[in-house]
């Protein structure tokens, strides 16, 4: 069977559900490895990408409360937060006197607030980008923008179309969670639908805005689930060419509702090498080393990863939840972790082209 599937890789045929579901269920890790790994250096050849970038999340305070979410509070509850625009200025200006001119991707992302109106996050960007135009603002998940759609009244469309005009520069990919109905009822009920989700992306690739795709695994959904995610990725990919990276994200199980277990090492790299081999029209696949450790997301570019991400600085999503990694990371640790697993350290913008 996986001589079928090499095969297949060999000849640059794609594989089927059934093949990734073999490739999951496949003893022989090593081999499954092997081949990833080798679309990955057609792809990529030795590189391995990473971003001098930070992360900002404006506000914990969520409508939504997901039950696999240790980040997110109620309005008034010990814990939440709220930024203002000079605050989140002065969290990017701190990082630039550490690191001057260096900042090429400000990543923000945060909960459903109750009261902002969609205004603030459009003085928000063009605050940001004022001080750092030469910086690509990745912000605001599909949720996020159907959210302003809701408060606002407008079209997912027009707030795309807004937010890019305020300086959204591309999008992340969170909130993709698992497509399969059951598991996102379970896990998330008052988030918007996988297909919802699809769709934002879809018209964000119309506008021209690239933007990453995620699958959180490890929790309660099945191996079929996964492959079917990757299936509906792929699909869309397709049709838009608009995704840049496909970013795995291991469920991290401390301090949230449906509690559970810490993913293994060996299914994170599995998951990496999969989607590696399944995702054929990706160019990238993601290893977030906050999420997966430093040493399991080195390992992962010997799996079919060929990104790290980036120095991030401050991380609160996955940090709530148990992670075990740091929050920051230099350049130079960055380009030693590359380095050490044997490949070549690329620093590069928000639209992988090297700087
Ligand atoms: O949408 C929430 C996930 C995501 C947990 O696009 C959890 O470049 C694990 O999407 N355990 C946010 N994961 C992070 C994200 C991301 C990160 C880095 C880069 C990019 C990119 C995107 O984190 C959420 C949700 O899927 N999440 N809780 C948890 N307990
Ligand atoms: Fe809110 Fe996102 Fe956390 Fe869900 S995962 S509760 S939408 S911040």
């Known amino acids: 069977m996986l001589k079928d599937i090499a095969d297949k890789v060999r000849f640059g045929k794609r594989l089927s559900a059934e093949d ?34 930070r992360h900002i999340n404006p506000t914990n305070i969520c409508i939504n409360r ?34 001057k001119a260096a900042l090429r991707e400000i990543h923000i992302v945060g909960g459903l607030h109750p009261d902002w109106p969609f205004e603030y996050y459009q003085e928000m960007l063009s605050a940001v980008k004022r001080s750092y135009p030469h910086a690509a603002i990745k912000a605001f998940t599909a949720v996020e923008i159907d959210h302003f ?23 992340p990919g969170g909130g993709a969670e ?6 996102r009822k379970s896990l998330c009920p008052e988030k918007i639908t996988g297909e919802r989700w699809l769709e934002i992306h879809s018209r964000a690739h119309l506008l021209g805005i690239p933007t990453n795709a995620t699958m959180l695994y490890g929790h309660i959904e099945s191996l079929e689930e996964r492959v079917d995610h990757f299936l509906r990725l792929r699909d869309l ?3 838009t060419g608009g995704f840049q990276a496909f970013i795995p994200l291991a469920y991290h199980p401390r301090n949230t509702d449906i509690g559970g277990f810490y993913s293994s090492g060996i299914d994170d790299l599995r998951t990496i090498a999969v989607s590696r081999l399944f995702l054929d029209n990706f160019d990238h696949i993601k290893a977030y080393w906050i999420m997966l450790g430093e040493k399991v997301a080195q390992m992962a570019l010997l799996f079919g990863a060929d990104d790290l991400d980036g120095t991030v600085v401050e991380e609160k999503i996955t940090h709530s939840a148990g992670a075990m990694s740091g929050e920051a990371l230099t350049r130079q640790e960055m380009e030693n972790l590359i380095r050490k697993a044997g490949k070549t350290p690329v620093e590069r913008d928000a639209f992988y082209s090297p700087v």
């Not at 579901?21 to 090593?30: G, P, Q």
């Not at 490895?33 to 030795?46: D, I, T």
């Not at 407008?154 to 591309?170: F, I, Q, T, W």
């Not at 698992?178 to 598991?183: E, H, K, L, S, W």
Request: charged share 30%.
């Open 178 to 183: 698992i497509f399969a109905r059951g598991v």
């Open 66 to 99: 997901c039950r696999f979410c240790a980040f997110s509070r109620s309005k008034g509850e010990p814990g939440s937060f709220e930024l203002t625009i000079e605050e989140i200025l002065s969290k990017l200006k701190a990082q630039k006197s550490k690191n």
């Open 20 to 53: 990734a579901l073999a490739l999951f269920r496949s003893e022989d890790i090593f081999s499954v490895a092997r081949l990833a790994s080798r679309v990955a250096a057609k792809k990529n050849g030795r590189r391995a990408y990473f971003v001098i970038n």
């Open 237 to 239: 990919q397709d049709k």
């Open 149 to 171: 759609s809701a408060i606002s009244g407008l079209s997912a469309n027009e707030v795309l179309a807004r937010l890019r005009k305020s300086g959204l520069d591309a999008m």
